[in-house]
T-cell receptor, first 113, second 115 residues
């Protein structure tokens, strides 16, 4: 199993550009999430999904869009990049239910200039 | 809303010694889970230990153990016989019951193990 994969690993965008961060998992996990990590703030939830076709907002959803058309994939779209979106982005997945281990991807470091 | 607080931004410990990382949380829930995740310089997030709130017994995983004080809403991590490979950022996280998979993280504590 490849686990949770994310592409790209690094990305530089100009203000106003759009892009999609890719996330895929091959563990047949129902739950998938996107977090952003900023210094001194830990990880904050952007969007999450409990199954294909079902998504919901997390703590910091503004400026981001998600969809989940398959169990395996959960892309994160930046609609119009802003310098405040400079961060490290993590995708995670886990089995349905409460208290299970989250499996994280390797992260994408995004810089918006 | 739930919050998780880690009040120690940085800590250091000598190799082979014991260190305790602090975490407090705020919730009105009765059933929930608490986690400690480790993030080494590679940036990969790794689960260290997990505690179910309705279990009174503190969780233990090899050199890692927790002190879970439900009434005080405290969840500290003790690392015994510290090793150089324990150098990492450690995050405390909360998940309420309800089948959403949503984690709320603390700010993190950077631990440096010195030889």
């Amino acid at each position: 199993n490849a686990g949770v994969t994310q592409t790209p690993k690094f990305q530089v965008l100009k203000t106003g550009q759009s892009m999609t961060l890719q996330c895929a998992q091959d563990m047949n996990h129902e739950y998938m999430s996107w977090y952003r990590q900023d210094p001194g703030m830990g990880l904050r939830l952007i969007h999450y999904s409990v199954g294909a076709g079902i998504t919901d907002q997390g703590e910091v959803p503004n400026g981001y869009n998600v969809s989940r058309s398959t169990t395996e994939d959960f892309p994160l779209r930046l609609l119009s990049a802003a310098p405040s979106q400079t961060s490290v982005y993590f995708c995670a997945s886990r089995l349905a239910g409460t208290g299970g281990e989250q499996y994280f991807g390797p992260g994408t470091r995004l810089t918006v200039t | 809303a739930q919050t998780v607080t880690q009040s120690q931004p940085e800590m250091s410990v000598q190799e082979a010694e014991t260190v305790t990382l602090s975490c407090t949380y705020d919730t009105s829930e009765n059933n929930y889970y608490l986690f400690w995740y480790k993030q080494p310089p590679s940036r990969q997030m790794i689960l260290v230990i997990r505690q179910e709130a309705y279990k009174q017994q503190n969780a233990t995983e090899n050199r890692f153990s927790v002190n879970f004080q439900k009434a005080a809403k405290s969840f500290s991590l003790k690392i015994s016989d510290s090793q150089l490979g324990d150098t990492a950022m450690y995050f405390c996280a909360f998940e309420r019951s309800g089948n959403t998979g949503k984690l709320i993280f603390g700010q993190g504590t950077t631990l440096q193990v010195k030889p």
